[in-house]
């Protein structure tokens, strides 16, 4: 299934790069459907809705042909705030088709961060599910395209109907404009270190790269793909294209969930999925190696845990990374099995370019510390409506990633930590500003600091450190009250877990303050923090 030949990574690479990529989103799906009409190509298996890829690309062709009808047309900026059924991919599909903008919206957000995300991403048309539309009535304005009537709603409620736009379109639509491969396709909101999340703009030529270096980098076939994740991440959209490049299946869950995991693995036969260490942490079971997974994706495991990981699921695990700014950039290849429990993210993989600089964007020596920085032909174009941060996150053509690295003399790469102030919970890119910002609302709260705690299950946790407002005191703000205001304006994931109230912050000389301080006060940051899961003092 791999190439004998050591340098096999290498030369793989080089022929993805020496191929032209699909030109479109709906061309890869095309070329499926020409190949294999008949093939499975989505599986919702907890509500046990299935697509052929014919079926699947004639849903796309009504509802792109009903959405055009609707007045959608090439350029436009659509919401998406959907849940993991068919009707995801198929919008996403469809919008691409079209040549739309799709602005996926987070189901978890609460209307503040609804309302900035559609205001942000200047949305000219919402498709949303019923369940949702609650929220719109919470958010103070709109955006001015925005009007009632340019609301798609799944299930029942206000606005037109997505069932009847699908049922009723014309599987022979073919649009009048076309979208092309430096076409924008999402504008996909990822947290930033500024504050409020800023909207990454992928184009088509993104997605095709992203999903085929995904498909083609080890030289396995994995035709049974799981997605275990939201689709308004950006995971499940590649891997729908991945599986369509390997001619396979997507298996698609309703939601995560690490003691079911290696059931739909088994059930499912899956050759292929990212796989969270909380699944190596749940009790062993004498079936954990039986099963199909030929390679599997991994995420910062813990080095210690890595190859008992692979004996006990039978695979071949291999560390990567990548952001949403820049798709898949790093990973180990299954022929470096010597690095198995090194730490490292591994090599460049196709149409990547990456090196390890200082402040300036010089080159540090081999073996030194300094932050990676990406250049590809398919990177993001930048930040939408943010030119001042797509400013600051380029060294010329060269993408600042705000992660430290360190590169060995073999070229493999580690990361060592962040620069940037950000918070990883779970599968969570949480930035320690939004938070803080959200807290400081509360008049009692004169200032906030967030930090990252670390956590057996979830990876890190949110600690929030505040000082009260002159004339407030703790009976004025209790933990229970700063937590019910966080969850007032925060996604639940980005709700701190642990508080705790100081009368002053360390700080610089020039009057930042010192979070390194903070954290490094003590061994366990959990240590006289309430603790609003348990909802004890610790």
Same mark, same amino acid.
């Given at each position: 299934?791999?190439?004998?030949?050591?340098?096999?990574?290498?030369?793989?690479?080089?022929?993805?790069?020496?191929?032209?990529?699909?030109?479109?989103?709906?061309?890869?799906?095309?070329?499926?459907?020409?190949?294999?009409?008949?093939?499975?190509?989505?599986?919702?298996?907890?509500?046990?809705?299935?697509?052929?890829?014919?079926?699947?690309?004639?849903?796309?062709?009504?509802?792109?042909?009903?959405?055009?009808?609707?007045?959608?047309?090439?350029?436009?900026?659509?919401?998406?705030?959907?849940?993991?059924?068919?009707?995801?991919?198929?919008?996403? $599909? @469809?919008? =691409?088709?079209? &040549?739309? /903008?799709?602005?996926?919206?987070?189901?978890?957000?609460?209307?503040?961060? %609804?309302? *900035?995300?559609?205001?942000?991403?200047?949305?000219?048309?919402?498709?949303?599910?019923?369940?949702?539309?609650?929220?719109?009535?919470?958010?103070?304005?709109?955006?001015?395209?925005?009007?009632?009537?340019?609301?798609?709603?799944?299930?029942?409620?206000?606005?037109?109907?997505?069932?009847?736009? $699908? @049922?009723? =379109?014309?599987? &022979?639509? /073919?649009?009048?404009?076309?979208?092309?491969?430096?076409?924008?396709?999402? %504008?996909? *909101?990822?947290?930033?270190?500024?504050?409020?999340?800023?909207?990454?703009?992928?184009?088509?030529?993104?997605?095709?790269?992203?999903?085929?270096?995904?498909?083609?980098?080890?030289?396995?076939?994995?035709?049974?793909?799981?997605?275990?994740?939201?689709?308004?991440?950006?995971?499940?959209?590649?891997?729908?294209?991945?599986?369509?490049?390997?001619?396979?299946?997507?298996?698609?869950?309703?939601?995560?969930?690490?003691?079911?995991?290696?059931?739909?693995?088994?059930?499912?036969?899956?050759?292929?999925?990212?796989?969270?260490?909380?699944?190596?942490?749940?009790?062993?079971?004498?079936?954990?190696?039986?099963?199909?997974?030929?390679?599997?994706?991994?995420?910062?495991?813990?080095?210690?845990?890595?190859?008992?990981?692979?004996?006990?699921?039978?695979?071949?695990?291999?560390?990567?990374?990548?952001?949403?700014?820049?798709?898949?950039?790093?990973?180990?290849?299954?022929?470096?099995?010597?690095?198995?429990?090194?730490?490292?993210?591994?090599?460049?993989?196709?149409?990547?370019?990456?090196?390890?600089?200082?402040?300036?964007?010089?080159?540090?020596?081999?073996?030194?510390?300094?932050?990676?920085?990406?250049?590809?032909?398919?990177?993001?174009?930048?930040?939408?409506?943010?030119?001042?941060?797509?400013?600051?996150?380029?060294?010329?053509?060269?993408?600042?990633?705000?992660?430290?690295?360190?590169?060995?003399?073999?070229?493999?790469?580690?990361?060592?930590?962040?620069?940037?102030?950000?918070?990883?919970?779970?599968?969570?890119?949480?930035?320690?500003?939004?938070?803080?910002?959200?807290?400081?609302?509360?008049?009692?709260?004169?200032?906030?600091?967030?930090?990252?705690?670390?956590?057996?299950?979830?990876?890190?946790?949110?600690?929030?450190?505040?000082?009260?407002?002159?004339?407030?005191?703790?009976?004025?703000?209790?933990?229970?009250?700063?937590?019910?205001?966080?969850?007032?304006?925060?996604?639940?994931?980005?709700?701190?877990?642990?508080?705790?109230?100081?009368?002053?912050?360390?700080?610089?000389?020039?009057?930042?303050?010192?979070?390194?301080?903070?954290?490094?006060?003590?061994?366990?940051?959990?240590?006289?923090?309430?603790?609003?899961?348990?909802?004890?003092?610790?």
């Amino acid at each position: 299934l791999i190439d004998a030949d050591r340098h096999g990574p290498l030369q793989r690479q080089r022929q993805i790069e020496s191929e032209p990529l699909p030109d479109t989103i709906y061309e890869i799906l095309a070329e499926a459907v020409a190949d294999i009409p008949d093939q499975l190509a989505l599986h919702f298996f907890e509500t046990d809705e299935k697509l052929t890829y014919r079926d699947l690309r004639d849903a796309v062709d009504r509802l792109a042909s009903g959405l055009y009808a609707f007045g959608v047309r090439k350029g436009h900026h659509v919401g998406v705030m959907l849940n993991n059924l068919p009707s995801f991919p198929i919008t996403w $599909l @469809a919008l =691409g088709r079209l &040549g739309a /903008v799709v602005i996926p919206i987070n189901i978890r957000y609460t209307p503040p961060e %609804i309302g *900035y995300v559609l205001n942000d991403g200047d949305a000219e048309f919402l498709i949303i599910d019923s369940a949702y539309l609650p929220s719109l009535d919470d958010i103070e304005d709109l955006p001015p395209a925005l009007t009632e009537d340019r609301i798609v709603v799944q299930g029942d409620g206000k606005g037109k109907d997505f069932d009847r736009l $699908l @049922a009723e =379109g014309d599987p &022979g639509f /073919v649009p009048p404009e076309l979208a092309a491969p430096d076409d924008l396709m999402n %504008i996909q *909101y990822t947290s930033g270190t500024t504050g409020f999340p800023k909207g990454c703009m992928l184009r088509h030529r993104y997605w095709a790269g992203t999903a085929t270096v995904a498909a083609r980098r080890d030289g396995v076939r994995c035709p049974n793909i799981l997605a275990h994740q939201p689709y308004f991440y950006m995971d499940p959209q590649w891997m729908t294209l991945m599986a369509f490049l390997q001619r396979g299946t997507l298996f698609v869950a309703n939601r995560p969930s690490a003691s079911r995991f290696m059931d739909w693995v088994r059930a499912h036969q899956i050759h292929f999925c990212i796989f969270p260490e909380v699944v190596y942490r749940q009790p062993p079971d004498p079936r954990d190696g039986d099963n199909e997974l030929r390679r599997v994706a991994i995420y910062g495991v813990r080095k210690s845990v890595h190859a008992d990981l692979q004996r006990r699921f039978n695979v071949q695990a291999r560390e990567a990374f990548g952001m949403t700014e820049i798709g898949s950039t790093l990973f180990v290849p299954l022929e470096a099995t010597e690095m198995v429990g090194s730490g490292s993210c591994g090599i460049p993989v196709a149409f990547r370019e990456v090196r390890v600089v200082d402040d300036e964007g010089n080159d540090v020596p081999q073996g030194e510390i300094g932050e990676l920085v990406v250049r590809g032909p398919n990177i993001l174009l930048g930040y939408y409506n943010k030119p001042e941060a797509t400013a600051e996150s380029f060294f010329g053509d060269w993408f600042r990633t705000g992660d430290l690295f360190r590169q060995d003399v073999n070229g493999f790469i580690y990361i060592v930590g962040r620069k940037k102030d950000m918070i990883r919970r779970s599968s969570e890119n949480i930035a320690a500003r939004e938070v803080e910002a959200a807290l400081m609302l509360m008049p009692e709260i004169d200032e906030a600091g967030v930090v990252p705690v670390p956590d057996e299950t979830r990876g890190e946790e949110v600690k929030a450190y505040v000082v009260l407002a002159e004339g407030f005191d703790r009976s004025d703000a209790p933990p229970e009250k700063i937590i019910e205001h966080a969850s007032e304006h925060l996604a639940v994931f980005k709700v701190p877990r642990y508080l705790e109230y100081r009368t002053e912050f360390p700080r610089t000389p020039s009057l930042k303050l010192k979070k390194g301080e903070l954290i490094a006060e003590k061994e366990d940051l959990r240590a006289g923090s309430w603790d609003a899961v348990d909802r004890i003092w610790r």
